[in-house]
Each structure stands twice: as structure tokens, then as C-alpha cells.
């Protein structure tokens, strides 16, 4: 009875409802695949980007994600494969260390963080044949799924490991805040909240348990710079996120809907609902 009771709460709301809304409105059609299914070129002008009214429905679409960063100046990881015909992968001709992911989905499902034969996230050792069976069944299930076959990051250490996550709430170019997570899977890990500054923040979301030792990146002015840049272009609200190498700022990915507006306190809540009528009032 408690625990639902609490479920209710953390899952009710104004913003939750707007984000709910967002996401029928987005989805909830053949529409919204064929525009998220748009194969676009970072050389598209952007009036060809912007040719339909929930536009941003082609970055969800982590390829066109990436041509859209690119064209803004953006650092992605380098792409040594992408498709849908999977026994095209040549993995003798892939470096040790490689990230699998599909151009459609969330919660890291189906992505595979690749080191020595042994996926970083689920800590499971995988030949070659295993994977593309796993990527032709998704194939299988979803004919305009494809996959992105990219470089491994290294942190800033210059480490092949699970890079930190850097995920900027967005209004516009405002930034309500970062959430930045050491993540140990794709489910689990520690996080704290920041404002753009890096000054902490009480919590927004109730996901991860509280990170003590997450330390400011040394590429944080061109996290902010990156993320202001792209959620201006984006034009309404979106959780961006970012990760911090070696060689600086990389791109990650667009969120339109994080976590169905679930799981937010009632600080986080208010918070986003404030900068959301402030910038994005009116906006979907």
C-alpha cells in the first residue's frame, strides 16, 4: 500500500503529464516512425532538418542524432559501421575495444560496450556469431532498425571503461542541470545533480543512489557550451547527453521523453516545470 502510494506521487504531476502528452504526440502514430526513420546528412540544409512540425522526432534517431551534432561542431565517436544487414560487420577488422548500439531504443537495451570480447555492461563474454544473432533478431523484429558500430571512448585518464555520464536537462539553451552518473551497468550506478556551474543540487530523480567521489570534468566549459549550443538549435525541452574523454567533449544522445517523466522528487518537479513555462511556454 505505501510503496504505491509513493509510486503514485513520483509518477504524477504536471510535468510527468506533459511529458506523457509529448510522447503520444510524438509516437502515437505511423507518422512519427516515418519522421524519426528520415535518413538525414549533417550537409541537409536545416530547413530540410526543420520540414515537419515535431521535427525533433529525426534525433531520436541516433544516427541522425550524430549528423546533427556534427553540423553543429560538434565531437562524435568515430563510426566504423553502420546498417541493418548484419552479417556485414567484418569484426576481424575492428579494434579490441568497440560500442554496438541501435539507432532506435533506450535504457541501453541491446547495446553492447565491447572490451577484449567481454560487454563492459552485463560483464558476459561474447563471440562474434553471438552478437549478430542477437542484432538480426532486432533486425528481424523491427525492419527500420539498424545498428551503429562505433569507437570506445576513452575517459580522461585515457581508460577503456564505462564513461561517467553527463546528462544536461535542457530548456532551449537554458540549463535547469546535469545529472551526472557513474554508471556500473546500464540499471545501476551512483549519480549526483549539479547546476551548470558544477555547484550540487538537491536531487531531481530518485534513480541512482548519491555519488560522493564524482569530480568536475576537466572539458566542463565545453560540456556547457556544447549542450547550450544544441538545445538552442533543438528548440525545446530535451535531456542531452554528454561524456567526457580524452579528447575532449563527445556527444551522446537526444531524450525528448527521459524516464516518461517518471521517478522526479517534488524539488524536481517544480524545478523543471518552472524553466519549462519560463522558456518553452507554450511548446510541446
Known amino acids: 500500500m505505501i510503496n504505491s502510494i509513493i509510486h503514485y506521487f513520483r509518477n504524477s504531476g504536471q510535468f510527468s503529464q506533459r511529458i506523457k502528452r509529448r510522447h503520444e504526440t510524438f509516437w502515437q502514430n505511423r507518422h512519427g516512425e516515418r519522421v524519426r526513420n528520415t535518413k538525414m546528412s549533417r550537409h541537409d540544409p536545416l530547413d530540410k532538418w526543420m520540414d515537419d512540425p515535431y521535427w ?21 565517436p568515430h563510426l566504423y559501421w553502420k546498417g541493418s544487414h548484419i552479417d556485414d560487420i567484418n569484426f576481424a577488422d575492428l579494434p579490441p575495444q568497440y560500442v554496438i548500439r541501435p539507432t532506435v531504443g533506450h535504457s541501453s537495451n541491446n547495446v553492447f560496450v565491447m572490451k577484449n570480447g567481454i560487454n563492459l555492461f552485463d560483464k558476459t563474454l ?20 539498424e545498428f551503429l558500430v562505433e569507437e570506445f571512448l576513452k575517459n580522461e585518464d585515457g581508460e577503456f571503461d564505462i564513461l561517467t555520464d553527463y546528462k544536461f536537462y535542457c ?3 537554458e540549463i535547469a542541470c546535469l545529472y551526472a552518473i557513474k554508471r556500473l551497468s546500464p540499471k545501476t550506478g551512483f549519480g549526483t545533480f549539479y547546476d551548470e556551474h558544477w555547484q550540487p543540487m538537491e536531487k531531481v530523480q530518485h534513480n541512482y543512489p548519491l555519488a560522493t567521489d564524482i569530480k568536475k570534468p576537466g572539458c566542463f566549459d565545453e560540456m556547457v557550451k556544447m549542450v547550450k549550443t544544441l538545445g538552442s538549435s533543438y528548440n525545446m525541452f530535451v535531456r542531452i547527453d554528454v561524456y567526457a574523454t580524452c579528447n575532449g567533449c563527445v556527444f551522446g544522445e537526444f531524450t525528448p ?14 524545478l523543471m516545470l518552472s524553466y519549462w513555462d519560463k522558456y518553452c511556454t507554450g511548446i510541446i
Open 257 to 270: 521523453t527521459p524516464s516518461m517523466g517518471m521517478n522526479f522528487t517534488r524539488f524536481g518537479k517544480k
Open 56 to 76: 525533433q522526432r529525426k534525433l531520436s534517431n541516433k544516427h541522425n542524432a550524430r549528423e546533427f551534432a556534427k553540423m553543429h561542431g560538434c565531437k562524435v
Open 171 to 173: 530548456f532551449k539553451g
Open 126 to 145: 561474447y563471440t562474434c556469431d553471438e552478437i549478430k544473432a542477437i542484432l538480426r533478431s532486432e533486425v528481424a523484429a523491427n525492419p527500420h532498425q
